[in-house]
């Protein structure tokens, strides 16, 4: 059974930075395709950020230069380090994996699994 379990937000003002976490179980983040989604009030569930498994990123253009996608092999942990955070980054953001280790294609939702409950990142003043 594949699952994550995503942690890590919160309240941020306009600037800010945050980390989010992202911790599976059941099998080993290593050798995955990671990546990072989010959905905002009203809008559809976008990828935000995503890695190969040799650590080849793609990020929507929207974040390019503010998020940051990693993950700790030994602590089986995959993050999100977001940066200059802006309101319209408030959305509720999720971890999930493509068992294909490369490409990362963040926009292809259908192809990642582990989806968990998702936590919820709010920008405001």
């Known amino acids: 059974q594949l699952r994550l379990v995503e942690s890590g937000g919160g309240l941020v003002q306009p600037g800010g930075s945050l980390r989010l976490s992202c911790t599976p179980s059941?099998?080993?983040?290593?050798?995955?395709?990671i990546a990072w989604f989010r959905q905002a009030p009203g809008k559809e569930r976008e990828g935000v950020i995503c890695s190969s498994a040799g650590d080849y990123t793609e990020s929507a253009d929207s974040v390019k230069g503010r998020f940051t996608i990693s993950r700790d092999n030994a602590k089986n942990t995959m993050y999100l380090q977001m940066s200059s955070l802006e309101p319209e980054d408030t959305a509720v953001y999720y971890c999930?994996?493509?068992?294909?280790?490369?490409?990362?294609?963040?926009?292809?939702?259908?192809?990642?699994?582990?989806w968990g409950q998702g936590t919820q990142v709010t920008v405001s003043s």
């Open positions: 059941g099998f080993h983040l290593e050798g995955y395709t």
């Open positions: 999930a994996v493509d068992w294909r280790p490369y490409p990362p294609i963040c926009t292809l939702l259908p192809r990642y699994v582990g």
